[in-house]
């Protein structure tokens, strides 16, 4: 059995081996007598020295000469002498298992002392010796500079190995020949955020992706059966819980014999080139995709006019139904093809768009025919490209086609419609003018002929009430009233004729003027109607864009109406408010009379339509068409709510304005 032996400082310095066989002494005597001249040209150290004393007996001529002490020297020194390590207390100590047959032999490593001051490394085995019947300890000792040598560079060669992969950019590690991994570099535990407890044995299963880890793991265990090379592309989990792409290689580690002892494995990170290859294979698939959507030709051409794609539209815009009927390059094109100006001049090779693009032109929309030379094929169609730059200053010439026959077909025939309708316009305008002329000369007629008979049917009952009052009875004098009743509506129709005829006439004038001031000018014409009347007026200082005139047309007939049909009321009320609403100011004027059934919404503003009968409700049922057209010339609206007997709300939209308003009279 070996056993450690420590010195005082707790360090192991050697081992000791106890066994239960022991050597008579006699035995040991003889065999030395035999083997002292065999062991004077050992190579090795052999030294005995006096249990007790610890002196030296005897050292051997190879021992003598390492230390560069003579044999008279040395038979006056012990051991510490030449072992600085040790003191008699710790020596002792060391020794004592072999006093007491604890152990055979004891190995450990010290340093000798030379006589020179200088230190060599040694291995010690030590044993008790029984010579003439007094124990003493016998020491062969092995020089081990060579050894040592050949440690150190051992060392070094491992820690440069350890640096140098510990500053590669890949993650590194070695593998025990049966797949668990033994040791990574600094990289790896940056990348992963483990630590070297968490990775032993198979603790890097953790990083991997678990649905990945069962591949993986086959992969693996298949390589490390066979002794063959692992080489894997799968995702690792960095520190930050992401995952990333890393190319894994690794390879066996054979000794002389050829049989592997471990792995050499490293971890390359390939994540950003997968997804540029991933977004690459993307930007491709969607080329594709867009170029075969594409309603437009396009053609590549490298720069000695070499095609390198035709989109499926540009395979169809030239007739062309299978790539391999494509031309080979753009001389070959041009003798299945001719080119022409839309008027039909031919163009010479050199004027050809894409010969053109390759001169370094920018084209734009360039119209032409284009025909087949073996068929009766002609299109039109128009020409854009340029050169494009791309890479270490290479070009490509893009060629975009547009079929614009029917277009061209279409603006040929529009061409032909228009000049018929300016003809048929100038007729129509002719013919609107003198329907015009003939509207003025009947609104001439109305105002001059029909008014005469009018005024003397209303002075002679005027002058038949007045002067023969007495010899009517009363039924008489109420056929007169009527009579001059009728007249005067009569007079009042005509008036409104005429006024709605001069507004679809006039001219429209939009002037911009403080909304306030304005109905507050308008109202002063109504200061005796409203005495009986509760008169509310919210306007704020609103600025709109209007014709006054349409304007004062549109607002006067709203008020008339809210004083007529909310006469009967037992306290009349009308409302005037402004309000701002979008780009616009709706005016509304509300009044509690009788109101109006909203089924018959689409006939108010209609010419002559009334909701009422003139016996109780007196007009002409030209105000609110009136209202209506003024609305629509000035660029407003109108529109209104009423509930029968809850009164009515209309509301004019009044376009609002950015300038300043025109200062009105009180007269509007």
């Known amino acids: 059995m070996i056993s450690p032996i420590k010195n005082l400082a707790g360090r192991v310095t050697c081992a000791s081996e106890m066994t239960r066989v022991a050597c008579e002494p006699g035995q040991i005597e003889n065999t030395c007598i035999r083997v002292d001249g065999i062991l004077e040209q050992s190579l090795n150290e052999i030294y005995l020295f006096d249990t007790q004393t610890l002196h030296f007996e005897y050292v051997s001529s190879r021992a003598q000469l390492n230390l560069g002490y003579s044999m008279d020297r040395l038979r006056m020194m012990t051991p510490l002498d030449i072992k600085p390590e040790f003191d008699e207390t ?52 092995l020089d081990i500079t060579t050894r040592r040598r050949a440690e150190f560079a051992l060392r070094e060669s491992e820690e440069r190995f350890r640096t140098i992969v510990n500053t590669i950019p890949q993650l590194a590690w ?19 955020g483990t630590t070297p407890e968490e990775m032993e044995g198979l603790g890097w299963q953790k990083v991997h992706h678990p649905e990945m880890l069962p591949k993986v793991m086959e992969r693996w265990t298949s390589a490390t059966a066979a002794g063959k090379a692992f080489d894997m592309e799968f995702p690792l989990r960095g520190a930050d819980g992401q995952f990333r792409i890393f190319l894994t290689r690794a390879e066996p580690l054979r000794n002389v014999e050829g049989r592997v002892t471990q792995w050499f494995g490293t971890n390359t990170d390939v994540n950003e080139q997968r997804l540029g290859e991933k977004a690459r294979r993307e930007v491709e698939r969607r080329f594709e995709v867009v170029m075969g959507n594409m309603s437009e030709g396009l053609i590549i051409s490298d720069l000695a006019g070499q095609p390198l794609h035709w989109n499926p539209a540009a395979l169809k815009m030239h ?15 041009a003798q299945l093809y001719e080119l022409s100006s839309v008027e039909g001049i031919a163009l010479p090779f050199d004027q050809w768009p894409l010969t053109r693009i390759l001169r370094g032109e920018h084209l734009q929309d360039l119209e032409l025919r284009i025909g087949r030379v073996d068929r009766d094929w002609e299109r039109i169609f128009s020409y854009s490209g340029a050169l ?150 919210e306007v704020s200082d609103f600025h709109v864009s209007v014709d006054p005139d349409g304007l004062a047309i549109a607002l006067r007939n709203l008020i008339d109406n809210a004083f007529k049909f909310s006469g009967y009321a037992s306290e009349p009320a009308i409302e005037i408010r402004a309000q701002a609403a979008s780009s616009d100011c709706v005016l509304s004027v ?79």
């Open 90 to 141: 710790s020596f002792r100590t060391m020794t004592n298992p072999l006093l007491h047959g604890e152990m055979k032999i004891l190995i450990f490593e010290t340093m000798h002392l030379r006589a020179d001051g200088t230190l060599y490394p040694v291995e010690v085995h030590l044993q008790l010796f029984i010579q003439s019947g007094r124990a003493v300890f016998l020491a062969i000792i």
């Open 388 to 537: 494009s730059h791309y890479g270490d200053d290479k070009e490509l010439a893009f060629l975009i086609i547009k079929d614009i026959t029917e277009r061209k077909n279409a603006e040929d025939a529009l061409w032909d419609a228009k000049v018929n309708l300016e003809h048929k316009v100038d007729e129509r305008t002719a013919q609107l003018l003198a329907k015009s002329k003939e509207m003025e000369n009947f609104c001439y007629s109305v105002s001059h002929d029909l008014r005469a008979p009018l005024r003397g049917i209303d002075g002679y009952s005027r002058l038949l009430l007045e002067e023969y009052h007495d010899q009517f009875d009363e039924e008489g004098r109420n056929f007169l009233i009527n009579v001059r009743t009728a007249t005067k509506h009569m007079t009042n129709l005509i008036d409104d004729l005429l006024a709605y005829s001069r507004l679809e006439r006039r001219g429209v004038s939009r002037t911009a003027i403080e909304l306030s001031s304005f109905v507050s000018n308008l109202l002063d014409q109504y200061q005796a109607r409203s005495r009986n009347v509760r008169l509310t007026v």
């Open 319 to 333: 007739d062309i139904g299978d790539t391999e009927e494509m031309p080979l390059n753009h001389h070959t094109f």
């Open 174 to 192: 070695i593998a025990e020949a049966d797949g668990s991994r033994s040791w990574y570099n600094q990289r790896w535990y940056g990348y992963t």
């Open 590 to 668: 509300r009044d509690n009379g009788i109101g109006f059934d909203m089924r018959f919404y689409d006939k108010i503003f209609e010419i002559f339509q009334r909701l009422h009968r003139a016996e109780e409700y007196p007009g002409t049922g030209i105000g609110l068409a009136m209202v209506h057209k003024a609305m629509e010339r000035i660029g407003g609206r109108v529109w209104a709510e009423s509930q029968p007997g809850a009164g009515a709300t209309f509301f004019l939209a009044l376009p609002l304005s950015g300038t300043e308003p025109v200062a009105l009279s009180r007269d509007g």
